[in-house]
T-cell receptor
Framework: EDQVTQSPEALRLQEGESSSLNCSYTVSGLRGLFWYRQDPGKGPEFLFTLYSAGEEKEKERLKATLTKKESFLHITAPKPEDSATYLCAVQPNTGNQFYFGTGTSLTVIP | NAGVTQTPKFQVLKTGQSMTLQCAQDMNHEYMSWYRQDPGMGLRLIHYSVGAGITDQGEVPNGYNVSRSTTEDFPLRLLSAAPSQTSVYFC???????????FGNGTRLTVT
């Protein structure tokens, strides 16, 4: 069964304190793994797509990496504006469905 | 370029009432979909469409209907609302099979 598990559920960081969010997945065949950011009252906003193990993508203070079983979203020297819920989703090789994790709620304290 | 637009933003229904959630996109995307988001659960697929005139069921389709008469619009109909349908509903589209989903800002529905 295809599924996605994210950890931790919630994370509080001091401004400048780097950390990582985890996304573990089980899928019959991976077409793509996606990271999204969701602010309260808004829809998810696309951040990255990763397609194969060993791939890395970067954007400002965020870096996403992918292995055969999990992905990490590394946050370097976070700022309060990075506070949001971060969602991970996988797209299997077959079908039109995306499977989403429950997200990690990140709070960055000034 | 508005992206994906959902209306209304908020809605309160009584059990048994029907309503339609609207979704429109201006990106000429063939693929459109509806998700619901509930506390402690990931986004779950309700219905999707790969083009005008083509729709299919997702993971949680019961109690919902869809149709796709144009590329731009993909309305979601609740036939007889139930309290279990209280949720936040998101419409999403994408340009191709390898592309990410682009989401609207959601409709928060409460059924009493």
């Amino acid at each position: 069964e295809d599924q996605v598990t994210q950890s931790p559920e919630a994370l509080r960081l001091q401004e400048g304190e780097s950390s990582s969010l985890n996304c573990s997945y089980t899928v019959s065949g991976l077409r793509g793994l996606f990271w999204y950011r969701q602010d309260p009252g808004k829809g998810p906003e696309f951040l990255f797509t990763l397609y194969s193990a060993g791939e890395e993508k970067e954007k400002e203070r965020l870096k996403a990496t992918l292995t055969k079983k999990e992905s990490f979203l590394h946050i370097t020297a976070p700022k309060p504006e990075d506070s949001a819920t971060y969602l991970c989703a996988v797209q299997p090789n077959t079908g039109n469905q995306f499977y989403f994790g429950t997200g990690t709620s990140l709070t960055v304290i000034p | 370029n508005a992206g994906v637009t959902q209306t209304p933003k908020f809605q309160v229904l009584k059990t048994g009432q029907s309503m339609t959630l609207q979704c429109a996109q201006d990106m000429n995307h063939e693929y459109m979909s509806w998700y619901r988001q509930d506390p402690g659960m990931g986004l779950r697929l309700i219905h999707y469409s790969v083009g005008a005139g083509i729709t299919d069921q997702g993971e949680v389709p019961n109690g919902y209907n869809v149709s796709r008469s144009t590329t731009e619009d993909f309305p979601l109909r609740l036939l007889s609302a139930a309290p279990s349908q209280t949720s936040v509903y998101f419409c999403a589209s994408r340009s191709s099979y390898n592309s990410p989903l682009h989401f609207g800002n959601g409709t928060r529905l409460t059924v009493t």
